[in-house]
């Protein structure tokens, strides 16, 4: 039996086989992966489509609250004294102890006397000197009357004896007031207090030369309590509060300037710590300051441990009236455009997103005060919007509204009394 040795192919014909097989797998692999990739990206697309964003809300109600304002001031005395001697000579003693509580017409210091208690001794002998002038005088005139009744003497010497007992009853008023001057710089010897208060620093000590009304006091008493704070706000903002008023976007209680002791106000130091007591509102200044464009608003504060000192540096707050029917919303909540425009997203009634306009009026705390945009029962989206499109569906995840009401509940209370 004869064996055929097997068919070989030619060279050409097998690369040609095994490039076609290769192309053909090529191909088969490319279209797989492509339609891959388009299923992928179908599903990308149609993803954010389908899935509703998960947010919180909270619902909007109209309500009522002060319109608190946030001033920074300076605290300056309820009164101040600034001692200065009124008659010249040496310092013998100083009275008191600084820093001290002194009364009203308490001794501070004591000037050497000794020169004043002349003047009053020499005044004192001048006043009885001419007494006794004006008595000779008068006995004079009285024997020239009778004289001048019997023709005993002329009528010009009767005139001249009258006006003779006249000039030395004059010089008897002189002396009379320069012993009253003597006794008074006498007791200007003796600086006191005019006001009570706490006194500071003596700025003289004992022996040293002090002059009548001179420049440098002696030393400051200032009384505080209570205190004054004074407020610095800027005539914009004063002018704004105006117009609101006037606009009846504010209800305010009592005048809108002047005095208005009735709105109570409330400190805070440079640390934070809330002062313990209240104060009131006593005025506002009637001029703008020209160069910074400020107004000066003072407040009155009772101060029993003196634990706010003149010149410290406060925050005060107090309500300039009261909004009504506004939304007090929390500000995370609130949005704004490249215009600067206020906006935020409320949950539609087929669970969309839907964006708001907003009209803020002023911060309060971490809330806005927003007078329009809302309505009534809107579920306003409090977090879960960063990502959320208007007309995008969305689930309601928690809802907040007892945080909402306890907000509205606590603000509502700071209206002016």
Known sequence: ?????????????????????????????????????????????????????????????????????????????????????????????????????????????QIDADEYVAAVQSAQAALARAEAAAATAGETAKRFERLADINAVSQQSYDEAVAAQKQAEADVGIQKAALSRARIDLARTKVSSPIAGRIGRSNVTQGALVTANQPTSL??????????????????????????VSQNKIRTVGPTSGRSAAVPVTLHFEDGTEYPERGTLEFSEVSVDMEAGTVIVRAQFPNPDNLILPGMFMKAHFAAGTYENVYVVPQRAVQRTPQGDATAFVVGPDNTAVVRQLTVQESNGSNWIVTDGFETGDRLVTSGFQNLRPGAPVTIIQKTDAEMTAMNGGQSAATPE
């Not at 490319?30 to 990206?41: M, W």
């Not at 200032?222 to 609101?244: C, F, G, H, N, R």
Request: hydrophobic share 40%; net charge negative.
């Open 219 to 244: 030393a400051r008493v200032l009384q505080l309590d209570p205190i004054y704070i004074d407020m610095t706000a800027s005539s914009a903002e004063v002018l704004k509060w105006k117009q609101d």
């Open 1 to 109: 039996m004869s064996v055929h040795p097997p068919r070989r192919l030619g060279s050409r014909q097998t690369v040609s086989a095994v490039i076609s097989g290769i192309c053909l797998l090529g191909i088969s692999a490319c279209g797989g992966s492509n339609e891959a990739a388009n299923a992928g990206a179908q599903q990308q697309q149609q993803a954010p489509g389908m899935q509703a964003a998960r947010v919180e809300v909270v619902t909007v109600e109209p309500t009522s609250i002060g319109s608190v304002r946030e001033l920074p001031g300076r605290a300056t005395p309820y009164a101040e004294a600034e001692i200065r001697p009124q008659v010249t000579g040496l310092i013998e003693s100083r009275l008191f102890t600084e820093g001290e509580l002194v009364s009203e017409g308490q001794a501070l210091y």
